[in-house]
Structure formats: structure tokens, C-alpha cells
């Protein structure tokens, strides 16, 4: 029986090593994700006998001969021939009714196909693998590459209200650690799409060029997902200041609790103050009472200053908020949009069935 997934090797790039070398980018679409792996021809030699090996058989398919005095990287008509000749190969072992090739381990890690492609996680996992310097040449790929964007986008922003709501320092602390990997994680990805938006706009890679307006609504959704992006960079650093702060603020009033307390001693119904040298700091112990008086001016100053810094950074976090808000509006009113198309292009295809329906 024929593998479920389409294989195929549309163009080539070249590495950014010192030595250069060709690697030919394979492009896979699962039932539910597409993604782009790159593989040099030595890991094809590699993957042949390994095949061989684990199979018990050669495979029904024979790889380019290898060239001993040119090499594709000088030769566009050798690289050419070689991509071709790898596409047929690795197009024949995944349609051959013979499965046993297929189900090697050395198959699955050359292609980074999981064991089972409908488990959800295992798709996850399979999902980065453009993230190595693949380039994206693919329209299929960069949609599944924007809605991976997306989805880290939404789980930054999860793991910024679960640190929002957390009490705990340490909760907090792994909660935004989180949300700055899936930043990180974003920032990469959306640095990729950018980059696959040129590729695909242009011939230089000869795969499926987008039409202007396509290609201008899709950089519209990237430019949406970057603002998205920096306003939860944004929200993030304003959480850690205001953490910081909070801290400041909570060590100044432990301080001037300690600096300007004073036991209270019951005379006859009647409190008097003084100053106990048990209760005293190094600050402290040197100055008199006048001194103290002043100190403790000094850093109720202090605090106002860290409450206004304060106060701007709540500002900020309202700023953000709006922002958010009105991003989630436009967000809403695409996918609106998205659905009107969706519902417009399914009338057409009744229609066209029911006229197929009547010709046959």
C-alpha cells in the first residue's frame, strides 16, 4: 500500500559552511502538517545501504551516480539532474507496494516522519524541523508555519495570565520563563515566514510563485502576529518591572518600619517613645534623633518616586491591554471574513457538483 505522505525535492539551496556543499530541501505533507527537511546527497549514500540493511533488500529504486570530477555546487546542470534524480528515488520507495522499506527506522529519521503521524505531539515535534535554516519555498509549509506562529503566540500569552495570576515568586518566575521561550520561539518563526514570503514572491527558487494579492494578505497576517508579538514582549517586561518594584517597594517599607519605629512604653496610661539600641541598624546607630527624622524623609521620598515609576508602568500595562483589545477586534472581524469566504466557495462547489451530477 502507497504512504499517505507526498514527497518531493522542488529546489536546492546552498550551505553557509566554509566548505560549501548542496543540500537539497525535501518537502513533506502529512495529512495534517507540511514541513521542509534538508539533507546533503552523502546522507542519501547514507540512507541506501542503511535501507538495505535494516530491509533485508535493496530498495527498488537507485540513487544519481556520484560524480568524481565536478560538483553541484559549480554546476547548476549537474544539481539540477541530481535533485531530479533524488526526487524519483525517494518518490519510488514511498509509492512501492512494499512497505518494508517504509517502515525502517533509518526511513523515518531521514524524512523525521513520527512512528505514528496522527498523534498530535508527535506532529508538534516534526514541526520544527524548518526551524534549521530549511528556507520556506513552500505555500502549503508557510501556512503551516503561520499557524504554529500563531499557536505559540497563544500559548506566550497563557503562560503570561497564569504569571499574572500567581502569587508565588517561583510560580512566577517559571511562568514568564515560559512565556519568553514561546517569544523566542515566535521571534524565530516569524523571522522564517518573513523570509518565505520573499521566496515565494520571487522565481529565483523556481516553485509555486504567489499571486499580488495573496501575497499581500499574507504579509498583512504576519504583520498582525508581529504586532501581536511585541505587544506581549512589551507586557512581559512591564510585569518584570513592575515584580522588581513591588519588591523595592515592600523592602523600602520594611526598612522604614525598622527605622522609624519606636517601642512604646506604658507610663501611668500613657505611651512614651524612645529609641532602643537593639532595634537600631548601621544607618542608624551613628546618627541622632534628627538624623533619624531625616533618614526617614529620605526614604518616604524614595518610595514616593518608586510608586510614580510604578504607576507608569500600570499606565504601560493599560496601554497594552487596549492594544491587545483592538488587535482581538481585527483578529474577530478576519476571521469573520475568512468564514464568508469559506461559505461563498462552498456554494460554488455544490453547484459544481450538482452540475457534474447532472453531465454524468
Same mark, same amino acid.
Given at each position: 500500500?502507497?504512504?499517505s505522505v ?7 539551496s ?7 556543499y ?5 518537502t513533506?505533507?502529512?495529512?495534517l502538517r507540511?514541513f521542509?527537511?534538508q539533507?546533503?546527497?552523502?546522507? #542519501? ?9 535494516? *530491509?533485508?533488500?535493496?530498495p527498488? *529504486?537507485t540513487l544519481?551516480?556520484?560524480t ?15 535533485r ?5 528515488y525517494l518518490?519510488?520507495?514511498n509509492k512501492a507496494?512494499?512497505?518494508?522499506w517504509?517502515n525502517t527506522?533509518a526511513?523515518?529519521t #531521514? ?5 505514528n503521524?496522527?498523534?498530535?505531539s508527535?506532529l508538534n515535534s516534526?514541526?520544527h524541523?524548518?526551524g ?5 519555498t ?10 504554529e ?9 497563557l503562560?503570561?495570565t497564569?504569571? %499574572?495570576q *500567581?502569587?508565588a515568586?517561583?510560580s ?6 515560559e512565556a519568553k521561550k514561546?517569544l ?5 518563526? $516569524?523571522?522564517a515566514?518573513e523570509q518565505?514570503?520573499?521566496n ?14 495573496e501575497l499581500?494578505?499574507r504579509?498583512?497576517?504576519?504583520a498582525?502576529a ?5 505587544g506581549l514582549e ?5 510585569m518584570?518591572?513592575?515584580s522588581?518594584?513591588d519588591?523595592?517597594v515592600? *523592602?523600602?517599607?520594611?526598612k ?6 519606636s517601642?512604646v512604653?506604658q507610663n501611668?496610661g500613657?505611651?512614651?517613645g524612645g529609641?532602643v539600641l537593639?532595634r537600631e ?6 546618627? %541622632?534623633n534628627?538624623g533619624?527624622?531625616q533618614?526617614?524623609k529620605q526614604?518616604i521620598?524614595e518610595?514616593?518616586?518608586d510608586v ?11 496601554e497594552?491591554?487596549?492594544?491587545i483589545h483592538?488587535?482581538?477586534k $481585527?483578529q474577530n472581524?478576519?476571521?469573520?471574513m475568512?468564514d464568508?469566504? $469559506?461559505?461563498?466557495v462552498?456554494g460554488?462547489l455544490? $453547484?459544481?457538483?450538482?452540475?457534474l451530477?447532472?453531465?454524468s
Amino acid at each position: 500500500m502507497a504512504s499517505s505522505v507526498e514527497i518531493s525535492i522542488p529546489n536546492t539551496s546552498i550551505s553557509s559552511t566554509p566548505k560549501p556543499y548542496t543540500l537539497y530541501n525535501i518537502t513533506l505533507r502529512l495529512p495534517l502538517r507540511s514541513f521542509i527537511v534538508q539533507k546533503r546527497y552523502s546522507e #542519501f549514500i547514507l540512507l541506501h545501504s542503511t535501507l538495505t540493511s535494516q *530491509a533485508g533488500a535493496p530498495p527498488p *529504486a537507485t540513487l544519481p551516480q556520484k560524480t568524481w570530477f565536478s560538483r553541484t555546487v559549480s554546476s547548476p546542470e549537474l544539481t539540477e539532474e541530481r535533485r531530479k534524480g533524488l526526487e524519483v528515488y525517494l518518490q519510488t520507495l514511498n509509492k512501492a507496494d512494499n512497505q518494508r522499506w517504509r517502515n525502517t527506522s533509518a526511513w523515518r529519521t #531521514f524524512l523525521n516522519i513520527p512512528s505514528n503521524t496522527s498523534s498530535k505531539s508527535s506532529l508538534n515535534s516534526t514541526l520544527h524541523v524548518t526551524g534549521h535554516g530549511a528556507p520556506i519555498t513552500d505555500p502549503v509549509v508557510w501556512l503551516d508555519q503561520y499557524r504554529e506562529l500563531k499557536s505559540q503566540l497563544h500559548d506566550a500569552r497563557l503562560n503570561l495570565t497564569r504569571r %499574572d495570576q *500567581a502569587t508565588a515568586a517561583k510560580s512566577q518566575h517559571e511562568a514568564g520563563s515560559e512565556a519568553k521561550k514561546y517569544l523566542v520561539r515566535a521571534g524565530s518563526t $516569524v523571522s522564517a515566514l518573513e523570509q518565505g514570503l520573499k521566496n515565494l514572491g520571487s522565481d529565483a527558487w523556481g516553485g509555486e510563485k504567489l499571486r499580488e494579492g495573496e501575497l499581500r494578505r499574507r504579509k498583512d497576517l504576519l504583520a498582525s502576529a508581529r504586532r501581536e508579538k511585541e505587544g506581549l514582549e512589551n507586557l512581559l517586561s512591564a510585569m518584570i518591572t513592575k515584580s522588581h518594584l513591588d519588591q523595592t517597594v515592600a *523592602a523600602a517599607q520594611e526598612k522604614a518600619q525598622l527605622i522609624g519605629s519606636s517601642n512604646v512604653h506604658q507610663n501611668n496610661g500613657k505611651p512614651t517613645g524612645g529609641r532602643v539600641l537593639g532595634r537600631e541598624t548601621d544607618r542608624t546607630r551613628v546618627l %541622632d534623633n534628627q538624623g533619624v527624622l531625616q533618614l526617614q524623609k529620605q526614604l518616604i521620598e524614595e518610595q514616593d518616586e518608586d510608586v510614580m515609576i510604578l504607576a507608569k508602568a500600570v499606565a504601560r500595562q493599560k496601554e497594552l491591554g487596549m492594544a491587545i483589545h483592538q488587535e482581538l477586534k $481585527v483578529q474577530n472581524e478576519m476571521l469573520g471574513m475568512l468564514d464568508e469566504d $469559506v461559505d461563498r466557495v462552498q456554494g460554488k462547489l455544490d $453547484v459544481a457538483q450538482k452540475r457534474l451530477a447532472k453531465i454524468s
